[in-house]
């Protein structure tokens, strides 16, 4: 069974302090993603990434950063919290695979409050 | 850009009901398409994809979706829930061109009554 694995499963911090949202996988999997998940908005991509040290921009990046020092391990940092990033996080991992990829696997989500 | 609609936000059913949630996209071009489901508590999970092949596609758990090219959709069908299908559903495509990564629709949250 593919395992993606969140660090934390509910975190709360303060206004302006620096945040990090640690996802491992254990699949090999070259494709990495986080995405936010809100009420009525669904699942919005903020960045990915299809290898070690390289990284994309996905819809929402604004207020983020993220770090792939090593292949199964996919880092969101909050460089200074505020509180419209309180959400769930969920990462997300894929194979490459011809004419593109099959399918995602899920963490079980971070859900972050900013107070 | 890619985007996802459902138009479904809330859908409330008796067991045995017959189910139809709506997904519309809108691409430019060759797509791949998902149906994944969160169930109370629970990580997202994979019901069922369309990459190329029968429009008609089946899933986990008796849910099938039908992809119809010339109306840009893929409903997702299930001709009898069951209480244990109350979840919440999320569309999502991927084109074949350009970034590949997974657009999502806002999701259909769906109760059924015992």
């Known amino acids: 069974d593919v395992k993606v694995t969140q660090s934390s499963r509910y975190l709360v911090k303060r206004t302006g302090e620096k945040v990090f949202l640690e996802c491992v996988q254990d699949?090999?999997?070259?494709?990495m993603f986080w995405y936010r998940q809100d009420p009525g908005l669904g699942l919005r991509l903020i960045y990915f990434s299809y290898d070690v040290k390289m990284k994309e921009k996905g819809d929402i990046p604004e207020g983020y950063s993220v770090s792939r020092e090593k292949k199964e391990r996919f880092s969101l940092i909050l460089e200074s919290a505020s509180t419209n990033q309180t959400s769930m996080y969920l990462c997300?991992?894929?194979?490459?695979?011809?004419?593109?990829?099959?399918?995602?696997?899920f963490g079980q989500g971070t859900r972050l409050t900013v107070v | 850009a890619q985007s996802v609609s459902q138009h479904n936000h809330h859908v409330i059913l008796s067991e045995a009901a017959s189910l139809e949630l709506g997904c519309n996209y809108s691409y430019g071009g060759t797509v791949n398409l998902f149906w994944y489901v969160q169930y109370p508590g629970q990580h997202l999970q994979l019901l069922l994809k369309?990459?190329?092949?029968?429009?008609l596609v089946k899933g986990i758990k008796g849910f099938e979706a039908e992809f119809i090219k010339s109306k840009f959709s893929f409903n997702l069908r299930k001709p009898s829930v069951q209480w244990s299908d109350t979840a919440e559903y999320f569309c999502a495509v991927e084109g074949h061109t350009g970034r590949r990564a997974l657009t999502f629709g806002s999701g259909t949250r769906l109760q059924v009554q015992p």
């Open positions: 369309y990459f190329s092949g029968d429009p």
């Open positions: 699949m090999d999997h070259e494709n």
């Open positions: 997300a991992s894929s194979p490459s695979g011809h004419g593109g990829w099959t399918e995602a696997f």
